[in-house]
Each structure stands twice: as structure tokens, then as C-alpha cells.
T-cell receptor, first 116, second 112 residues
Framework: SAVISQKPSRDICQRGTSLTIQCQVD?????MFWYRQQPGQSLTLIATANQGSEATYESGFVIDKFPISRPNLTFSTLTVSNMSPEDSSIYLC?????????????FGDGTRLSIL | QKEVEQNSGPLSVPEGAIASLNCTYS??????FFWYRQYSGKSPELIMFIYSNGDKEDGRFTAQLNKASQYVSLLIRDSQPSDSATYLCAVRSTDSWGKLQFGAGTQVVVTP
């Protein structure tokens, strides 16, 4: 299975600032996914990042707030922009294996974000 | 709205007993189902996936799928304190991109 590395692992940020989270996969994958997990909640998909095209955002998430880059088949970034305390969450990157969308997804260790 | 439903628990299970976790889903066309284990403060870890009706066993874990009833379950045999975690059921969307929809998770507490 793909090994997924995320950084930073945690951060404490001031409101109004932005943070970029990086996700690196140890093999080429077609699709990468970004999730948010708010305290005590399950995972909510923010967007799907496909190399060579714009990310596809889920209802309630917009590109201006969560811009995503996918410059190649092993790397993606998620930026949380103009942060407010409501953005305090765990942000998780996931990917399947190769180009088969039916493969199970595996997760990085997550980025624990706190906004003051 | 496509939904994945789980009992939130906590499900208290004596050590050595069988833990039974249930999950129902609303998208009748779904074909792929996954169980993740999430320890407190950690990210989800894939423990089982199942695509066909019936049972699939892996060590102490058995996943059961009944597409007609839109029901998937996870059995944990010989439960250990290390199995204490939240178990997330995930269903792959029939939309494009293969994205997953997660249930709220069932917290399992294995008591010695």
C-alpha cells in the first residue's frame, strides 16, 4: 500500500493567516483526497485532487478558502486560507494505489491545526 | 443525500468476546466497502475491505456484506484491549473519482 507523508504534523496559527499542508506519496497515484475531521466528528471530504486538472470540491468547500495544488503524481498541497477558530481540525490526505480508483485508500498521519 | 449510518456507541466488549459492528448505507449502487480503525489522536488505518456479498476473513476480523439489505458489518473475534478504538465504515461513492463517504464511527471499548 502507498505510504503517505504529511507535514506539518501540527500547527498553531493566528486567525486571518493561511497555512499550506503538504502531502507526499511514495508512489505515483492518479487521485489524492483531502479530508477534514473536526473534534469528535467523522471525516468529511473537502476535495479530490487529480493531477493535471483543477480539484473537485465538495458541497460547502470552495477554492478560495481551500486552494489545492497537484503538480505531479506523488504530491499535493492544501492551503487553509484566512483561518478562523472554526477551521481548527485535523486535515487528512489520502490516496489509493496507482491509477485504479477502486483500490482502498490509505491516509497520512494528518495535520492537527489549532487557530487562536 | 447519500448516507452511511453507524451506531456511535460506545460498544463495551469483554476481553476475549466478539465485537459486532454494523453499518448501513443508502446508495444502492455502491460496490466497495471499507472498515477503518482510528485510535484517539491518530489517523484512520484500513483494516478490511469487501466488494462481494458474503464474508471475508482476515485474522481476527471478518467483514460481512449484504448488498440487497444495504448492510455491512465487522466482527472482531477474541477482542483485546488494543482493539479499543473508533471503527469507521466507509462506502465508495458511485460518483466519479472513487471518493469515500464515511459513517460517524462506532467507539469500541474492550474491558479486561
Amino acid at each position: 500500500s502507498a505510504v503517505i507523508s504529511q507535514k506539518p504534523s501540527r500547527d498553531i496559527c493566528q486567525r486571518g493567516t493561511s497555512l499550506t499542508i503538504q502531502c507526499q506519496v511514495d508512489s505515483q497515484v492518479t487521485m489524492m483526497f483531502w479530508y477534514r475531521q473536526q473534534p469528535g466528528q467523522s471525516l468529511t471530504l473537502i476535495a479530490t485532487a487529480n493531477q493535471g486538472s483543477e480539484a473537485t470540491y465538495e458541497s460547502g468547500f470552495v477554492i478560495d478558502k481551500f486552494p489545492i495544488s497537484r503538480p505531479n503524481l506523488t504530491f499535493s498541497t492544501l492551503t487553509v486560507s484566512n483561518m478562523s477558530p472554526e477551521d481548527s481540525s485535523i486535515y487528512l490526505c489520502s490516496a489509493g494505489q496507482g491509477s485504479d480508483s477502486n483500490q482502498p485508500q490509505h491516509f497520512g498521519d494528518g495535520t492537527r491545526l489549532s487557530i487562536l | 443525500q447519500k448516507e452511511v449510518e453507524q451506531n456511535s456507541g460506545p460498544l463495551s466488549v469483554p476481553e476475549g468476546a466478539i465485537a459486532s459492528l454494523n453499518c448501513t448505507y443508502s446508495d444502492r449502487g455502491s460496490q466497495s466497502f471499507f472498515w477503518y480503525r482510528q485510535y484517539s489522536g491518530k489517523s484512520p488505518e484500513l483494516i478490511m475491505f469487501i466488494y462481494s456479498n458474503g464474508d471475508k476473513e482476515d485474522g481476527r476480523f471478518t467483514a460481512q456484506l449484504n448488498k440487497a439489505s444495504q448492510y455491512v458489518s465487522l466482527l472482531i473475534r477474541d477482542s483485546q484491549p488494543s482493539d479499543s478504538a473508533t471503527y469507521l465504515c466507509a462506502v465508495r461513492s458511485t460518483d466519479s473519482w472513487g471518493k469515500l463517504q464515511f459513517g460517524a464511527g462506532t467507539q469500541v471499548v474492550v474491558t479486561p
